[in-house]
């Protein structure tokens, strides 16, 4: 059992099968993405593609896989599934986890998990930072090397990214699908190295072909990287409540 399911708070966890087993449909409706990850730090992205309860069966899709992470992770006997619901965290443990190789590729197939755990990420007070150029998310690599997307307001559980009319999510964040190896620069001094997990893009004003929002969950954030984002978040809502006392 990872350190961070250990931790969880026993009001957080979900151990009846028929609350485990809505929350699993639910996931596989929304064609939700999961992130596995194990022990030596390694992580692969998955969607539910079977999922029956009367059978004590969950079939996770195992996309291109060149480097044989899913055989790595099935070898270390400790594979997490993070996977978000709107502002809900669900995390899990795989169990009995076995590789099947089938006519639409390969399917990480155990049982329904006995427990999981729900975080609520409602509480996060989410801010608006007062300057035009910080902070901001720097996607190093692909189409577009080191684009820098301005932030809209920010929070301890995600943030929300200004996406200009002429820029395509989906090479740079697509939705559904975790983007790691990312910098969020809070300022000219503190940067932070943050996977993100887009969830949707809205139009902003109401126009549909001017600036989008991208909303993001934050996925697996570090110990101090929390501690500077959570000073960022404590000290711009201060600033701005003393902003306010002067008006």
């Given at each position: 059992?990872s350190?961070?399911?250990q931790?969880?708070?026993?009001?957080l966890?979900?151990?009846?099968?028929?609350?485990?087993?809505?929350?699993l449909?639910?996931l596989q409706?929304?064609?939700?993405?999961l992130?596995?990850?194990?022990?030596?730090g390694?992580?692969?992205?998955?969607?539910i593609?079977?999922l029956?309860?009367?059978?004590d069966?969950?079939?996770?899709?195992i996309?291109?896989?060149?480097e044989?992470?899913s055989?790595a992770?099935?070898?270390g006997g400790?594979i997490?599934?993070?996977?978000?619901?709107?502002?809900?965290?669900?995390?899990?443990e795989l169990?009995a986890?076995?590789?099947?190789s089938?006519?639409?590729?390969?399917v990480?197939?155990?049982?329904?998990?006995?427990?999981l755990y729900?975080?609520?990420?409602?509480q996060?007070?989410r801010?608006?930072?007062a300057g035009s150029?910080?902070?901001?998310?720097v996607v190093?690599?692909?189409?577009?090397?080191?684009h820098?997307l301005r932030?809209?307001?920010?929070?301890?559980?995600?943030?929300?990214?200004?996406?200009p009319a002429?820029v395509d999510p989906a090479?740079?964040?697509?939705?559904?699908?975790?983007?790691?190896?990312?910098?969020l620069?809070l300022?000219?001094i503190?940067?932070?190295?943050?996977a993100l997990?887009?969830?949707?893009?809205s139009?902003?004003?109401g126009?549909p072909?001017?600036?989008?929002?991208?909303g993001?969950?934050?996925?697996d954030?570090?110990?101090?990287?929390?501690?500077?984002?959570?000073?960022y978040?404590d000290q711009t809502?201060k600033?701005?409540r003393?902003?306010?006392?002067d008006?």
């Open positions: 059992m350190a961070t399911t931790a969880a708070p026993e009001e966890r979900v151990s009846t099968i028929t609350e485990i087993t809505a929350y449909q639910q409706r929304e064609d939700a993405a992130m596995l990850s194990g022990p030596p390694l992580s692969l992205p998955s969607r593609v079977a029956d309860p009367a059978a069966l969950l079939g996770l899709e996309g291109a896989d060149p044989g992470i055989q992770l099935v070898a400790e997490t599934a993070v996977a978000y619901l709107g502002t809900i965290k669900l995390q899990f169990e986890s076995v590789l099947v089938g006519a639409q590729g390969a990480l197939r155990g049982t329904l998990p006995t427990r729900r975080f609520q990420r409602r996060s007070y801010v608006q930072p150029l910080y902070p901001r998310v190093p690599g692909g189409a577009q090397p080191g820098a932030v809209l307001d920010i929070s301890i559980g995600g943030l929300a990214l200004a996406l002429d090479p740079l964040l697509p939705i559904g699908h975790v983007a790691a190896g990312l910098v620069e300022d000219r503190t940067a932070l190295r943050v997990l887009p969830h949707h893009a139009p902003i004003g126009d072909g001017g600036t989008r929002q991208l993001c969950a934050f996925v954030l570090d110990a101090a990287a929390g501690r500077s984002l959570q000073v978040v809502q600033r701005r003393l902003l306010k006392l008006l």
